[in-house]
């Protein structure tokens, strides 16, 4: 674990009230991963007496400006959304010898999508380790953590499985605030590279960005849970993906979905940002199917058949 070798200097004004002493933070070896503008390592940090385990994300001072400055945006975000049960929320932060330190909430069950990928059948006799009610409790828990951040009109813009990460209880929370903004409605100017399989179709065609385009995510984010980590579009190149968008292309319903999930999906990828649902209407709608699990299976687990094998996963595709 490190350790001080000289005095802090000093955060923001604006982010004050989440300094921690460097000496109060211990930064282990291991790197859990790497974000858009630095690394994340774990780690402990002891706030008002107690210890607990983090993940430590850091950007070098050795960084370009422009870096720094998203990183810093990141970390502005991370102190305005607080805390919140189903968001990966901030511990605090110092800068220590030019470099920028922000504790996170350490996740010990990792993302959701390797977590769903994990849970698919092994053998042809063999169904899913997962629940349909699980399953809709994770879309659940999602859904209430983007209702927070569109009531704090942060807009997300990389909703995916993969950026939910779970933790010791497997209560999904939302993460990954690299590419966020803190306004109604977003323009995007620069190159930074974007997630087009998540997009919605105003973000692909005008690089705009709200809440509502969170929601044609969050319908990407539905479907991946309900294919235990498919590939969106998998057999799209993702340059063609625009233009099949345009025309009216949508995914099809997974075989072991239900009519109700996917008009659901469906709603969320709605042209006009305006007719798809709120995230509030979302919670609503799947806090319903998660109180009455006995009413009817809202995404059957499927045995390792040639259907269920179709759920394809393409690497080249999975980021992008």
Request: net charge negative.
């Amino acid at each position: 674990m490190s350790s001080p070798t000289c005095e802090d200097e000093g955060l923001p004004s604006w982010a004050q009230s989440w300094n921690i002493p460097f000496r109060n933070m211990m930064i282990g070896e291991k790197v859990l991963g790497k974000g858009n503008f630095g690394e994340v390592r774990d780690g402990a940090v002891k706030v008002e007496g107690e210890v607990f385990k983090a993940a430590i994300k850091t950007l070098k001072a050795s960084e370009s400006n422009n870096d720094r400055q998203n990183f810093m945006e990141e970390f502005r975000t991370l102190t305005k959304i607080g805390r919140h049960p189903n968001v990966v929320s901030i511990l605090g932060a110092c800068q220590h010898d030019d470099i920028l330190y922000v504790a996170l909430e350490f996740m010990p069950n990792g993302d959701l999508r390797t977590y769903l990928r994990n849970a698919r059948s092994q053998d042809d006799d063999e169904q899913s380790t997962l629940s349909s009610e699980k399953l809709i409790q994770f879309a659940l828990d999602v859904a209430k953590g983007m209702q927070h951040l569109a009531a704090l009109r942060v807009i997300h813009r990389d909703l995916a499985a993969r950026n939910i990460l779970l933790d010791n209880q497997l209560v999904a929370k939302v993460s990954d605030f690299g590419l966020s903004r803190g306004e109604d409605i977003y323009v995007q100017t620069s190159q930074t590279r974007v997630p087009t399989r998540w997009l919605s179709l105003e973000s692909l065609t005008y690089n705009a960005y709200s809440s509502k385009s969170d929601v044609w995510s969050f319908g990407i984010l539905l479907w991946e849970i309900a294919t235990l980590g498919a590939t969106p579009y998998e057999n799209i190149k993702t340059k063609d993906l625009m233009s099949r968008l345009e025309i009216g292309y949508r995914m099809t319903k997974p075989s072991n979905c239900d009519d109700e999930i996917y008009n659901l999906m469906l709603m969320c990828w709605q042209v006009d940002p305006a007719k798809r649902p709120s995230f509030n209407q979302l919670v609503t709608r799947l806090t319903s199917m998660a109180d009455n699990p006995n009413e009817q299976t809202y995404m059957r687990m499927l045995p390792k058949t040639e259907e269920y094998m179709h759920m394809m996963i393409r690497p080249e595709f999975d980021d992008n």
